[in-house]
Every structure is written in C-alpha cells, then in structure tokens.
C-alpha cells in the first residue's frame, strides 16, 4: 500500500515536472510562432483551419474544450477574432486564459500596428479602429511578438526560460535574412491589388505599392461598379493582383483580364502544425508573385 | 525646562524620522538606478529597432505616410472586458485619445453597448388561434405580450444591451427591450470570472439555459417568430426567470457541459405561480326605485402559498469534435416545479383554479456545417428540439353562492374538484441553407400536442367540468428567406401555414428588419 502511494506521487511529480504549457493558438500563423519559440515544451492546438478568414469564424464547443484546459491562448488581437474569440472564451469556464490574465496572449499588444484610429464608422465597412490585424505578414514584426512570446512562456516554465529566448532571438535573425533578400527581391516591383487589406504589412516592409483593393470597403464583396472604376483607373499601368485562397476568384480575374496583369491566388495562413520555414515559404511565394 | 522638554522632543522626532528615512532613501536610490538601467536598455532596444525599421523602409517611395503610432487598448473581446486590472501587457491599459485631444481612459471603462431594432409589417389570412389544448385560455389575462406578431407595422423593440467586466471577478450584462410604451428588463445577470475547475456561476434574470434556441434573442432567431415550443411549452419570453446557475465544464477532450439553476419560479409554461389572495367580485344592481346598489362579492381563493424559488432544471450538453467543417451539439434537459397554478374569472361569478405542479423533459440538437464560403454562402444549420412536460394539478370549478362564498359546481354527487395529469409536448425540426453569399433560405415544422392530454373547461353531458380530453397535434409549416447584406444588418422575409387542432387553418406572411449597432457581442455556439 505504501509503496504504491510512493509510486503514485512519484507519477504525479514526474508528470507535472514533464508537463508542457499547454497553448491554444487562434490562426495556423500563430500556432507556428508558439511551436518555434515553444518547441518540445509547448502543446499546441491550433482553433480556425489555414483556410478560412480569421474575421468570420463561429465560436464552435471543441473550441471551449479545448480553451477549458490551456494554458495560455495566444491570439492575433487587435479585433480580429472579435466574431468568435470572446464567446469562446467565456464558454471554456477557465479563468486563466480571460483576457488580461498572465494566460491571455494578443500579439497585436506587443508590436506597432498600422492604420491605427481612423472612424470607428461601420458605413465605412468591418473597419478595425485599433489598427491593421494582419501584421502576420511582416516576419519583422512576427520577430518583436516572437521575443514577447518567450517572455510569456518564460513566466509560465521558467525552467525553458533560456530556450524559449534562444528560439526568439532565432526567429528573430532569420527574419532579418529573409527581410534583407526579399527587399533586395521586390526592388523595382511595379506594385499590387490585394482583395483586402490583409498584406498591407507586407506591401509596406518590401516598399511595393499598394494600387488598390477588390473589396469596395472592408469586408464588403466587390461591386461591378467598384471593380470597373478600379479597372479604370489602373488602365495602362503595370501591376499584379494577389489575393488570399478563401477570397473569391471572380473580382480578381476579372481585373486581371481586363488590364491584362496577372493574378496569384495564395495561402493566407501556414498550414496547422508548420514550422517557421513553412512561414518563410509562404511570405517568400507572396513576395515572388508580387514580382510579375 | 520647558524649552529643553520641546528641544528633547524635537531631537527625538528628528532622529527617530532621520533613522527611519535613511534605509528608505537607499532603497529608493538603489531602485531608481536599477529603473535607469532598465531605461537605458530599453532605450538601446528602441533605437536599434527603429534603426532596422528605417533601414526597411528605405527603398520605400515617398508619400507612403506610415503610421507608428502604438496601437490604442485593442478591444480584443465583445463581451467587454477591454481594461481589466490584472492586465500585465500594458499597451492594453493605454488611455485612448479622444477627438478633442484629451487623454482619457472614459470610453475604455464604459461597458460595451449595441442597440439592435427588429421591425416586421405581418398579414394573417385569418385570425391565427392558438393550438388545441394550448390555448393558454386559463389566464385570457396575458395573451400575446411579449415577442408575439400582430398584423400590420410592427415595432418589435430596440434591444438595448450592455456588457462589461465588473472586476477581476465578475461579468455583467444588462439587456433591457423597449417598445413603444413599455421598457422590458430582459436580462440582467453576472457571471464569475474566476471560479476553479471549470465552474461559472450566475445570478440575476436571464434566459435559462435548458435546451438551445431558449436562451437566444430575436437576433439569433433564423425565422422572424420562435418556435411553438419555447413559447408555448415555457411562455412567450421562453424560460426567463430570477435566480441563480452553476455549471460545470467537464475537462475532457469533447466539450461536455452540465448545469443546475435554482429558480424563482414565474414562466408561465411550467411554472406559473398566482399565490392565495381573495376573489374579487363588484355587482351593481337596481334596487328600490331603480336606485344603483352596489355589491362586493369576495372570499379565498384557497390556493396554496408557496416562497421561492420553486423551479429547478438541470441540463447537459455534449458536443463532440468534428473537425473545422462540422460542428454538433446534443442536450438533454429537465426541470421540475413545486408550483403551477392558474385562475379564469368569469363575469358570471364564476371561478376556475388550477393548482399543483409540473415537470419536464426534453432533448436538443444542433448541427452546422461550414465550409469557408463568402459570407455564409454554403453553411447548413439543422436544429431540432423536443419538449414534454406535464403538469399535476387539482382542477376547481367554483361560483359564488352568496357575497362570501364560494362553492363547487357541477352535480351534487360529482362536484368539479377533479385531479387532473395534463400531459403535453412540442416539438421543432428547421434546416437553414446558405445558397449564396449573404443569403440564407430556411424550413421549419412546428408540432404541437403529439402527445395532447388536455382538459375542458366547457361541461360534458351531465353537466360536469373539467373532465380529460384528448386532443389532436397542431402543426405550421414555415418558409423563410434572409438578406443579410453584412453581419449587422438582415431582412427577411417569412410564409407560414397554420394547421390548427380544433381552430381556423391560416396562413401568415411577414417581413422583418433586424439591424445592430455598437459593439456586437461575438455569437456563442
């Protein structure tokens, strides 16, 4: 009997000084920043497929069950997954991860945003007031939330304190290579129509200029009119269209063909369980395609 | 002596406030130098990284104007907790800049706010009656408060509602509806932030939590009007009662929920309560020369008197994981009340109770199916929602015999006192189809009364009251089609055709707006 109480605590320790932060990742994006920073130490389930646009995603029961047990949910932030997040969250009954907490993680906290303020007017379209989401495209900004990464998980396992600092500052130097060669990459680059401002980081770190949008506002489908103006005035210049792989293909090709420019459709998110060279990959194929 | 009493004094105090300052003033030396250290570093880091950042920007051209500024407190939920005090990540507790120039932390502390308006214009090809044994004809009182639809214009309400973090520890939310003359507190209701392993609580008026659609608004409804199962199984508001619920969410891999809620006890479904008081009764008659003689008839009701809370339900909901594309929930639920008690006062003097209990039972499902489209275009919702309940009652047919008394009718050798077991359920099947982006087509079919053991209230061949009938299942039809040009804003358009048990078929056509604005709260599942 003693000894399989002795057996049993051991068992316990063991496991909890084996246990991973166990992290719950709102977009493949960020679930691949937690598995580099993390590594062996983190388990990671990441809630909306690679597919999908973060905006209109429904708060779904596996989405609680699996919150109910994080311990830290790392999001994108700044009102990107205000459709689902928050009633996910209040549905997992677990007060570590509410907002605020040590166990709640907004990258859009902890790096500068763009288009920030602006009117907090719906006529204006599903504007965000607190500044552009999608600095998921800038590995440089992907860094600095990458370094707030490992301080978080730091206070969480100590113990893998230094790794998680050593996989940043990683991260971090390889998004430095990466920047510096795209850049070199896209010089001349005759500049872009995206379907919405969901590369904007992107545009803005390689210096390609942004020539217009698909969407007439944001998260409003294209209009004939919006699209004939934008043909319009885009007639006789150079460009390329890119738009994300759920964003409808029809805008985009129509513009295309009638400007005769090129258009890519492209993934929007790494695929679930990715690493950082995926992420690379993927900002690479992007900053290929804005080259025509 | 004096003098050297005050100088004594004096130097005690100053050596005493000397001896205690001094380690303090080292302290302070010490943390602002650490402060300074940490400055510089900090100092070192911004400049190296607005080094790299110019550096970026370079071979950007000019008059692409970025804007560095630090994003504002980005509200990251609906549901409002935006400035919690415990927040450790500082750029969340950042005053925002108002339009005047000020600084301040006003709006962040104010709740979040939505106002939604619902209209609907209806046309009835005929008066629309009330299911067979469902005709809440007890109380002819309440009738069609509430969300009920009546011909012509509509203003349903504007939906008020206010969400917030009260602190660290508790969520509140108050949402009051206000119609034309009238302004309904819906609900208003906190629930815990903090509570260990899985636990929340809640306390306040609020939608209880049995079955799915019961704790929906109008906004979530797919169909202009609720199903006949929440209104006529609980009551026109569904099951909304004051009191207080602990649920539990169970750590395990599937989503698996229970919950318990003791409440008062109000909803007129299954849990109506009236309480013991006196039969009123004012005749005025002629008396000699004609001259108006009023009479007061009065005496007890004689039903019983009971505190709440009196009704308790129970509920689980279990929801497995079906990937990104599916998602489905499945609920069983109970509840079960110490009182159901109703009255109908007859202009005749006469007075019918009812008074006992009741219980209920019922399952729900959920399916969606999603598959990314623009704008809900391909999504599939299929919901469905059984009820039974029945309620144990002693039924009393009474009259006035003189001004103070009451006394059963019927026949002297059967007065109408009789027990009676009214067993009942409804039931709702809907499919709802996104079949293009921003528009959604959807069919529902009503039951009710598939099991329908009700009682008349009219006499039988020998003249008794309150004897067993057993009446036939009620049935609609509905079609519905919804514009929803963005998240905030749907109109609609609704068919319905009404086969009622013992009353007029008809058909119903109405049109519904149902606009948001402010904060809109994310969507639970």
Known sequence: MKRLLLILILMVVAGSAAAEVRVVATVPNMGMLVETVGGDAVHVTVLAPPDRDAHYLEARPSMMAALRRADLVVAVGAELEVG??????????????????????????????????????????????????????????????????????????????????????????????HVERMQARTEGAPGAVFYHKDVDYLAELLGVDILGYIEPLPGIPPTARHLSELVGSLRGSEGVILYADFQPSRGPEFVARELGWSQQQLPNQVDIGADSEAYFELINRWTEALVP | ?????????????????????????????????????????????????????????????????????????????????????????????????????????????????????????????????????????????????????????????????????????????????????????????????????????????????????????????????????????????????????????????????????????????????????????????????????????????????????????????????????????????????QVWQDETAHSSGRLETWDGDSQFIGADLVYKYGRGGLMGHGNFVLQAEYVYRERDVEYQSRQFTDFSNLALTGPSDDPDRRDQTWKQDAFYLQGVYGFAPRWNAGLRIDGAGLTNRAYNDGTDSVGRRGMRDDLDASWRYTGQVTFAPTEFSRLRGQVSYNDIAGGHDAWQFMLQYNMSLGVHGAHAF
């Open chain 1, 84 to 177: 689902w997040l928050p009633a996910a969250l209040q549905g997992a009954h677990n007060p570590g991860v509410q907002v605020g907490r040590q166990g709640y993680f907004e990258g859009a906290a902890h790096t500068t945003l763009i288009q920030v303020g602006g009117a907090a007017d719906r006529a204006l379209g599903d504007v965000h007031p607190a500044g552009n989401p999608h600095y998921y495209f800038d590995p440089l900004r992907m860094a600095e939330v990458a370094e707030a990464l490992a301080a978080r998980l730091s206070e969480l396992a100590p113990q893998h304190a230094d790794r998680f600092h050593a996989n940043a500052d990683e991260f971090a130097e390889q998004a430095r290579e």
């Open chain 2, 1 to 337: 002596m004096r003098t050297v009493w005050i100088l004594a004094l004096t130097a005690v105090f100053a050596s005493g406030s000397v001896v205690a300052e001094k380690p303090t003033l080292e302290e302070l030396m010490r943390k602002i130098e650490a402060l300074e250290e940490r400055d510089r570093e900090r100092q070192e880091r911004i400049e190296r990284l607005e080094t790299e950042l110019r550096a970026t920007q370079a071979v950007e051209e000019e008059g692409e104007a970025v804007d560095e500024r630090p994003a504002p407190a980005p509200a990251a939920t609906g549901t409002g907790p935006q400035a919690d005090p415990l927040d450790p990540t500082p750029a969340r507790m950042r005053a925002r800049s108002m339009g005047t120039g000020e600084v301040t932390s006003g709006t962040a502390f104010n709740p979040a706010i939505s106002v939604i308006l619902d209209g609907t214009y209806a046309h009835f090809s005929d008066h629309i009656d009330d299911p067979a044994g469902f005709d809440s004809g007890h109380s002819h009182g309440h009738g069609h408060g509430g969300h009920g639809i009546s011909e012509g214009f509509n203003l349903r309400e504007a939906e008020l509602t206010f969400t917030g973090s009260v602190d660290p520890y508790f969520d509140m939310m108050v949402t009051a509806g206000i119609t034309a003359n009238d302004i309904e507190l819906e609900e208003a209701y906190i629930t815990t932030r903090g509570l260990p392993a899985g636990l929340q609580a809640k306390a306040g008026k609020f939608l209880s939590d049995v079955g799915y659609i019961n704790k929906q608004h109008i906004h979530d409804w797919f169909f202009v009007d609720q199903p006949w199962m929440r209104e006529l199984m609980f009551g026109d508001e569904g099951l909304n009662e004051v009191g207080v619920q602990l649920s539990w969410l169970a750590p395990f891999d599937t989503y698996t929920r229970f919950g318990l809620e003791v409440l008062e006890g109000t909803s007129s479904g299954v849990a109506s309560y009236i309480g013991d008081g006196r039969h009123e009764m004012v005749t005025v008659l002629p008396g000699e020369d004609n001259q108006p003689i009023r009479n007061r008839w009065r005496a007890d009701k004689n039903l019983r008197d009971r505190d709440g809370p009196r009704l308790f339900t129970g509920f689980v909901k279990w929801a497995p994981d079906l990937g990104f594309d599916h998602a489905i929930q499945l609920g069983a639920f109970g509840g079960v009340s």
